[in-house]
């Protein structure tokens, strides 16, 4: 049995601080427990009554003589350490604090949180909290918690777990869920997270035999081993996550900063963990609902992108459609033996894909099973969703609609089917229950298709084969161009071939090797932007050009950037025609080496338009970043220009991303700026790079572009 | 009184195809109409039968004997000419016809309504349909519909009024209306418009007291100027429109042509009208019904962009200030003062802006007005935002949310407030009659602040003032070079001096004068990409270069478009430096003149990154053009550059609508490409331009660069 279980199932619960009235927080979980039916012991303990509650109180922990597999704490933040010294001593391993005042609360609260994380590690404890809501174990009636949801009514048991950093979104979510009749399984807050934190939550539901889903809200992230581990984890048992990450713009950071002491890290690398790890993320409240909703009703994924829409409105169709494109589905026509068969029964139908069966269908419903099963026995979608508008509210119809539901879903249980319309309550339960969505929204029924489908397309997350594995290198303090690009070789990105020159003389044997037009920059491991400062020239064809270029590119220099050290003027041949790239790593603190594409240029500068990627990865998924960006098309051939070497490209991020991999620990940043991709064939080669090795005992100098 | 206004406020109505069997068509209207207590007169036609559901029924409209201000006809399509024929003779100029089998049916269809429409205009009548559900009126109970929504339940009467093209999607939206107690003044399809268009209930429902917004679902338009016309009456009435406007993608455009007769317009075109016109497009069914009812609750606009965020969760404040920073909202933070009085209350607070109380409001119910009342003084806010989470829903606490709302709507009424909550749908109600908005999605609150906001900056609809108006000017057939620059120059935009030479030494010649470096390009009308042909050198430095590249490029030419006429080598000075831009206008066929702007190069060939208005417009609507690209801070100077002259570049913009739109006869389109938009104070100036003149007789030649 998984550590954590006992916590999640105890099989008897002492309550420090329980109360008889209503007012005190330490009375919300002794009242719910006895209320709703805990099927295990419970002590309330108050030193100052004989009963809470009605029930029999205890004076102490000690008073109890009989094991307590979970103690819930409720009790001011200057008692809680006695309290769980107290527990261990007898034995008790579990713990959710609700007391507030640690972390949250300055100074003096985080070294007394230190103390909590400190006594857990020692004891091999669980402390969910502090400064926490509590949990509850929606089937097993375990309501360790504060949380007024309850008093309000009940949510339905069911297959989803719901894992919140923050206790007042917990709340919230407690209500909409029942509010939509979303089933849970779970309900997990974990507030300050001085022991348990979401992913130690993630990992236990991911072998938690009562959750299929988990929807996780968080603000930030202190360990992302252990995160990427558990979701590594709930991967493997098949089970969907998804998460709500708050902080995504500099404004949203610091709100969540100042709401928790977790750091909201770059936005960036969460998005790509999540990615990576396919963790389907959620951007507002109501998609993570509505995530959270459909995959804990499909019974199945789709088997292709390709939708089959069938409607009752022809302008509701055309709106799907839209929808349906925009989100990277097809929408295969439907072959002619079908088109045919449908329009002999509704002769005004539009029979392309959508499929309109028209206002027709209620006066003969049947046509929707009819046109349906045409749809996917020779049509093949790898979806349908069908829209009938008011149709299933009408109560004449409304049998009609359940009839073809049920015929549907149990002809074609693989296929995934998606209803829009208005439809009472009870009815969209019923459905529901059948394995088929419902929305009212046609543009959401979409949206969660593809959701379907992208978690279908997801890699298992992994890391690099072994074999092309390189080892770590010892980086110099500073990092010379000659230096640089030859650490940049090592790792398997070729280079131009570059001469750093000391005199004029040497440029021009250089320039003479090279053959011309040559390329002349600064080398200088302090410029980071050579242009800006004068450092670069370009296209020059002759010797005497390579003379006055050199002493013009020192004068220059020296003038705008006369602190700097210099090494000389590097000379490389021009590298003509090509698509100008540039390549990034750098180490995260919180996830470790992430590596970053985008196109040079404007694109990068004025667009930001970059992809991101923890390391390492191989060459498919560089392939999926290199896709992911707004100007790919640009590397396909634009306007009659050769296709680029994109699978050279591909190799070469992948080689950069296990390089910074192999040297988490002595790197800093790298920029491969610009990355020359040329035609498809001729490769792709490294112009000008800049490697920052990492500070010694400092800090890593984290260089964000996005 | 509006024309129309006895279409849609009847005295009488008769329903020719009356009939007493449920499952009949013209059965429905008539028991809505008896059952829901219609004020005026009702006569059921029907020759077969004495009574009609109980009413005495008449064997013709000419049998009625009476003045009848409407007759709904509900009988076959062969029937509907002969009954529209009797009516009219009899005096009745108002129609609803719910046949089907016309214009949507092929051509025989489409002769059978053109009858109709001719009828229409000869006899000053109006016709609703054909092909269509109908309308309601919802306060005065008049039910001129098949509609089936309203035997589900009625909507509640308010001051919101749908408009759909299609009956299947305006019968989804009676449901969907009811389902969220979204209230309604009318309800009106037009289906096949025949005569009644989209555009003519907007510009009646201007005018109707009843009415304050209007909610438009369409798939089309033939007749632009009247549907401008329309927007601006809206507008004018300081009526907030939403549409709903399907066949974004090519996918879509194609369902909805499908389904009905009408042309699915360019979609950026479509978008260019809606902004110009205040419209505000709704991309879901879901975001359409929030628009409706956000415009339909709020008594208020926002007076500035600046929005307070108040919560009691700190994750979803974080949230919060994500969406509002993504939708271009600011939040400027608290001032001091106002953060000591928090603070004095709540210590842990979080006071910046979201200002997050904490769980701590609901032991302390009176911080959420202390709070508000704070951030509204201090903070100045245009609006107010606040999350209160599972709180609104919990009894003990709703009486303190109603209190709040109230204090807060009654000390700043000018204010808009929205509460983000989980709610009893009575006590939802509650909070909507103060003018409080209630969204149960925290990002749905934050993205109805930003339509509040959008529709009080939208400048009026006009055309250009008189005084820059220009004439329009004659076009020859075919369009040289040197008079494409001519044209230009009469239009406004500057051109770079350039000379058309019809051999070497004029080359020569035109160099000297330009001033070395020159650019030579083939000038010929038949050639609208040079540069694919060989027919394009820059840079050129002196005399031998311009005669070896004058041949060069009349060889390249001859061999790559030898059927092209060819008028000579163009020589024009380099323009250095400036950002490379892209002008354009064509002349649309529903919508007239219209015009484009983007930036030059990759920007529009990868990125498709243009912006578009109908013409004319003046130099702050094109300023607005410019903002709105994704590349706009490449003119603002990206990374050290100069700033562009942004303000010559919109003298440019709107030089060139008004050409366009003082051309829309004679022109088909005109591509200023590249136009060189130079330093701040430089101006900017068309380096090449193609314009096509109207094929005579024949239609537009629109390039669709979008």
């Not at 003096?108 to 174990?137: K, T």
């Not at 770059?266 to 963790?279: E, H, R, T, W």
């Not at 109560?395 to 015929?407: K, Q, S, T």
């Not at 790298?670 to 400092?698: F, H, K, M, T, Y």
Request: proline content about 6%; overall charge negative.
């Amino acid at each position: 049995m998984h550590l954590l279980s006992r916590l999640f199932y105890p099989r008897s619960i002492a309550i420090v601080g329980a109360s008889s009235s209503p007012t005190k927080i330490g009375a919300v979980p002794v009242s719910l427990l006895a209320q709703h039916g805990y099927g295990g012991k419970l002590y309330p303990i108050n030193p100052a009554a004989a009963t809470v509650q009605g029930m029999p109180a205890y004076e102490s922990l000690t008073a109890v003589k009989a094991p307590v597999d979970l103690a819930i704490v409720s009790v001011p933040a200057a008692r809680v350490l006695p309290v769980l010294h107290e527990a261990l001593e007898l034995g008790t391993k579990n713990f959710v604090l609700f007391s507030s005042g640690f972390a949250e609360a300055g100074e003096a609260g985080r070294l007394q949180q230190q103390q909590l994380a400190d006594l857990a590690l020692d004891h091999g404890a669980n402390i969910l909290g502090p400064n926490c809501l509590g949990y509850m174990n929606i089937r097993e009636r375990v309501y360790a918690t504060f949380c007024t949801g309850p008093a309000g009514g009940l949510v339905l048991p069911g297959n989803v777990a719901i894992v919140s950093q923050s206790g007042a979104f917990a709340g919230y979510a407690y209500t909409l869920a029942r509010e939509r009749g979303l089933g849970l399984s779970h309900w997990i807050t974990t507030g300050n997270q001085c022991s348990i934190d979401v992913a130690d939550c993630i990992a236990w539901l991911a072998g938690d035999p009562q959750t299929r889903v988990i929807m996780v809200y968080m603000e930030g992230c202190t360990d992302g081993e252990k995160l990427k581990n558990a979701l590594a984890k709930a991967y493997a048992a098949g089970k969907p996550v998804m998460a709500c990450k708050v902080g995504r713009t500099a404004s949203g950071a610091q709100a969540a900063a100042s709401h928790t002491a977790a750091m909201a890290g770059d936005d960036a690398v969460y998005s790509a963990l999540f990615k990576q790890y396919g963790v389907i993320r959620a951007y507002t409240v109501e998609e993570f609902f509505n995530l959270g909703y459909a995959f804990s009703v499909a019974d199945a994924l789709p088997s292709n992108r390709d939708v089959g829409l069938l409607t009752m409105s022809g302008g509701v169709g055309a709106l799907m459609a839209d929808d349906a494109q925009i989100a990277g589905l097809t929408m295969s026509p439907l072959p002619e033996a079908a088109r045919q068969s449908i329009l002999r029964r509704v002769p005004f139908a539009g029979v392309n894909n959508p499929v309109d069966i028209t206002g027709q269908a209620t006066s003969e419903m049947d046509l929707l099973s009819y046109t349906a099963r045409l749809m996917l026995d020779e049509g093949r979608y790898g979806s349908l969703v069908v829209f009938v508008g008011a149709v299933a509210a009408s109560p004449a119809l409304w049998p009609h609609i359940r009839e073809f539901v049920r015929d549907i879903r149990s002809a074609y249980p693989d296929t995934p089917l998606v209803l829009s319309c208005a439809i009472a309550p009870a009815n969209k339960r019923d459905l529901e229950s059948l394995g088929c969505l419902v929305f009212s929204d046609p543009s959401t029924a979409i949206h969660m298709v593809r959701a379907l489908c992208s978690r279908r397309d997801v890699r298992p997350p992994r890391g690099l084969p072994g074999k092309t594995a390189i080892g770590a290198v010892a980086f110099p303090q500073r990092l010379g161009e000659a230096a640089s690009f030859a650490l940049l070789e090592t790792a398997g990105i070729p280079t131009v071939c570059a001469t750093v020159c000391a005199n004029p003389g040497e440029a021009v044997a250089a320039a003479r090797r090279a053959g011309y037009p040559v390329a002349m920059k600064i080398a200088s491991a302090d410029i980071v932007h050579k242009s800006d400062v004068g450092g670069v020239r370009l296209a020059i064809a002759d010797d005497a050009s390579v003379e006055s270029a050199f002493s013009e590119i020192v004068a220059a220099v020296a003038a705008n950037a006369p602190a700097s050290t210099l090494d000389g003027v590097l000379v490389a041949p021009m590298v003509q025609g090509g698509v100008e790239c540039i390549l990034g790593a750098h180490i995260d603190p919180v996830f470790g080496p992430v590596v970053m594409f985008g196109l040079g240029g404007v694109f990068v500068e004025v667009l930001k338009d970059v992809s991101f990627r923890l390391a390492p990865i191989d060459e498919d998924e560089a392939r999926s970043m290199v896709a992911e960006i707004r100007g790919a098309a640009l590397l396909a051939g634009a306007r009659g220009a050769a296709p680029s070497d994109i699978q050279a490209l591909c190799r070469a991020i992948a080689a950069l991303s296990e390089f910074a991999s192999a040297n988490r620990e002595g790197l800093s940043s790298i920029d491969v700026n610009p990355l020359a991709v040329l035609p498809q064939g001729s490769g792709c080669i490294a112009l000008d790079a800049v490697i920052v090795p990492r500070a010694e005992g400092g800090a890593h100098q984290v260089e964000n572009i996005s």
